[in-house]
């Protein structure tokens, strides 16, 4: 059967806070593809990154993807370059998958300046909006729901989701 719904979205755009409440909502779990990573690998992301490489970083979180969305039937929560890798695109067809779309601004409010996420360490508003630009078609395009979270609460970006779901 697979998740009720997958989000999808550049850091900043709520995956995890909108997710988490989502899934309370449907009466289902919430799964966080980042925080199995982190439990395979047995340190935080920003570790991973550091120590390992993102090359390996991508492998396992592909792995963890293919995993979730065979599993697990809750609201799923991608991290934001998991769209990358051309196998989680294939398998993300037929899927709900819903994209929170956020404006620059908004992410790097939420996100941070002194941020600990690893793609974003050295300039993070730049390197953020090169992250979002390069993405958007990617996310755009494996979206069957669009929700734009900008200047909207968590509670409203759900209640839209819900909707736009049938639900």
Same mark, same amino acid.
């Given at each position: 059967?697979?998740?009720?719904?997958?989000?999808?979205?550049?850091?900043?755009?709520?995956?995890?806070?909108?997710?988490?409440?989502?899934?309370?909502?449907?009466?289902?779990?919430?799964?966080?593809?980042?925080?199995?990573?982190?439990?395979?690998?047995?340190?935080?992301?920003?570790?991973?990154?550091?120590?390992?490489?993102?090359?390996?970083?991508?492998?396992?979180? =592909? @792995? *963890?993807? $293919?995993?979730? &969305? #065979?599993? %697990?039937?809750? /609201?799923?929560?991608?991290? +934001?370059?998991?769209?990358? =890798? @051309? *196998?989680? $695109?294939?398998? &993300? #067809?037929? %899927?709900?998958? /819903?994209?929170?779309?956020? +404006?620059?601004?908004?992410?790097?409010?939420?996100?941070?300046?002194?941020? #600990?996420?690893?793609?974003? /360490?050295?300039?993070?508003?730049?390197?953020?909006?090169?992250?979002?630009?390069?993405?958007?078609?990617?996310?755009?395009?494996?979206?069957?729901?669009?929700?734009?979270?900008?200047?909207?609460?968590?509670?409203?970006?759900?209640?839209?989701?819900?909707?736009?779901?049938?639900?």
């Amino acid at each position: 059967m697979g998740p009720r719904a997958v989000l999808i979205g550049a850091p900043g755009s709520g995956k995890t806070t909108v997710g988490r409440l989502l899934a309370e909502r449907l009466g289902v779990a919430f799964r966080d593809t980042d925080t199995d990573v982190e439990t395979v690998a047995g340190k935080p992301v920003s570790d991973i990154f550091v120590e390992d490489g993102e090359e390996r970083f991508r492998e396992l979180e =592909a @792995e *963890a993807v $293919r995993r979730a &969305l #065979a599993e %697990h039937d809750g /609201v799923l929560s991608l991290g +934001g370059g998991a769209i990358l =890798a @051309e *196998a989680t $695109r294939e398998l &993300l #067809a037929g %899927h709900p998958v /819903v994209y929170l779309e956020v +404006g620059l601004s908004q992410a790097v409010a939420r996100v941070g300046l002194g941020s #600990a996420r690893p793609l974003l /360490v050295l300039n993070p508003r730049s390197q953020l909006k090169k992250l979002m630009d390069a993405r958007r078609p990617i996310y755009e395009e494996l979206s069957t729901v669009k929700i734009t979270t900008d200047e909207r609460g968590p509670d409203e970006v759900v209640d839209e989701i819900v909707k736009e779901l049938g639900g």
